[in-house]
């Protein structure tokens, strides 16, 4: 694809995307559904943006705007908001979401007829586990109800983020696909300690630099300089160099988490709020971007081929997966009913999902002919490269639009109604 085609594209992408946010804003909706709906029009309905194009643009795209949407909502999460409901996040982000991605695992491999123990349903589960706080964020600044249940929810959905991309690296290990995924335990626990040993690190190094000299609007490009070399060195260099690694994005959220946290603390007021400036208009291109080019991806014979088995894994993972997660993941808390019912039933997908599903379908169709024949004498590269694109699809429009439309009515319903709308993050 020639440079100022791609240009043209993704200007393209942008104005339109403009023009729909702000639709989405007036409508007081999540603008995710309606940025879905035009990569469609500009993609297969239109033919406008050419599916291998919009591919080749998120080789690119889908991992740095997956940088930026990391830093930003983990920058401006405090650690003491969090600690209040530290445990439950805990139980989420961990048993939640490692019983969300296995049903969801169990039940793609149960619909396209493969082997329960076949990796390829366990891929769609772990693209499809994390939960979205650029859906949930907005939601909960207009939604009234307990604070700490919109602070549990949304700080749930910035650290599984992380989690979906490191469980999605492993599996992509057992497909083949990976050269680096040696040992799974191995990988697990390296890319997520030394994830968290790195972010603190690269955090506390940042402090000292920005406490003793005052970057002024630079800070924003230094801090964002820091996560994209980490995420170099954490997937790329040290797997090259050692065969081990660290997630670069679970080390970016721990970085500004951190650097967020005692920037706020330290009322370095000036510094703190250029990042956040900075973070939320390169969140808002990368949410255009991602969503654009996601539904651009999709060819309209993908729609015709999977469909109806796309559709089933998206209903079964938001409407089956997600709340036994939850419902298990709280066993013994002090939660009620009603409250996990209200967790279970607001688990939109949104970024992390869209990245992941259009990164990891390129990346399966690069590399096809790694993937071992015990998994593909039951299902092609295209095929898993398809379904997952399209119940990843379907699984972030079902979502988003009906746990966005339901979510002040639940909250009503479940939790009851406060009379001033609670902290947000």
């Known amino acids: 694809m020639e440079l100022m085609m791609a240009i043209g594209y ?21 603008d995710i559904p309606l940025l879905l709906l035009l990569g469609l029009i500009l993609g297969p309905f239109l033919q ?18 997956l940088i930026f949407i990391l830093l930003g909502g983990a920058f401006t999460m405090r650690v003491s908001l969090l600690k209040k409901v530290i445990h439950t996040v805990i139980r989420l982000d961990t048993i939640t979401f490692l019983i969300t991605l296995v049903i969801s695992g169990l039940i793609f ?14 891929l769609f589960g772990a693209i499809c586990s994390p939960t979205d706080p650029a859906t949930l964020i907005p939601v909960f600044s207009r ?40 040992n799974p335990v191995i990988d697990i626990l390296s890319l997520s300690v030394g ?25 924003a490009p230094l801090v964002l300089g820091g996560a994209m070399i980490i995420l170099y060195i954490g997937d790329e260099l040290l797997p090259t160099i050692i065969g081990y690694g660290f997630s670069g994005y679970m080390a970016i959220a721990i970085m500004a988490l951190y650097l967020g946290d005692v920037l706020f ?21 990368a949410r255009i971007f991602i969503f654009v080019f996601l539904g651009a991806c999709v060819e309209l014979s993908m729609f015709k081929n999977y469909l109806i088995p796309g559709l089933l894994v998206a209903l079964g993972s938001i409407f089956l997966a997600r709340p036994l997660g939850v419902f298990v993941g709280l066993i013994g808390t002090k939660h009620s009913i009603k409250e996990k019912l209200y967790f279970a039933l607001e688990g939109p997908r949104g970024v992390v999902p869209a990245a992941l599903a259009a990164t990891v379908g390129v990346e399966i169709l690069k590399n096809a002919d790694k993937i071992p024949k015990e998994i593909t004498k039951y299902i092609t590269p295209i095929d898993i490269a398809g379904t997952i694109l399209i119940g990843t699809f379907l699984t972030i429009l079902l979502s988003v639009i009906i746990e966005a439309s339901w979510a002040e009515i639940l909250a009503l319903k479940l939790i009851g109604n406060y009379k001033s709308k609670g902290e947000n993050l």
């Open 10 to 30: 993704l200007g393209l992408a942008l104005a339109l995307g403009a023009l729909v946010a702000k639709v989405s804003e007036k409508l007081k909706i999540p």
């Open 48 to 65: 406008i943006i050419p599916s291998e194009s919009a591919m080749e643009i998120f080789e690119y795209a889908g991992p740095i705007g």
């Open 109 to 122: 491999n149960m619909v396209l007829n493969l082997p329960y123990t076949s990796p390829v349903g366990y």
């Open 143 to 182: 939604v009234k109800t307990n604070p700490e249940i919109a602070i549990t929810l949304e700080a749930e959905s910035i650290f599984n983020d992380p989690l979906g991309i490191v469980s999605a690296s492993v599996v992509l290990g057992l497909l083949g696909v990976s050269s680096t995924i040696k």
């Open 195 to 219: 994830a968290i040993i790195i972010g603190l690190l690269l955090g506390k190094i940042y402090e000292k630099i920005i406490v003793h000299c005052n970057f002024h609007e630079y800070v």
């Open 265 to 285: 603390r330290r009322k370095i007021f000036e510094s703190y709020e250029n990042i956040v400036r900075f973070c939320d208009d390169l969140s808002l291109l």
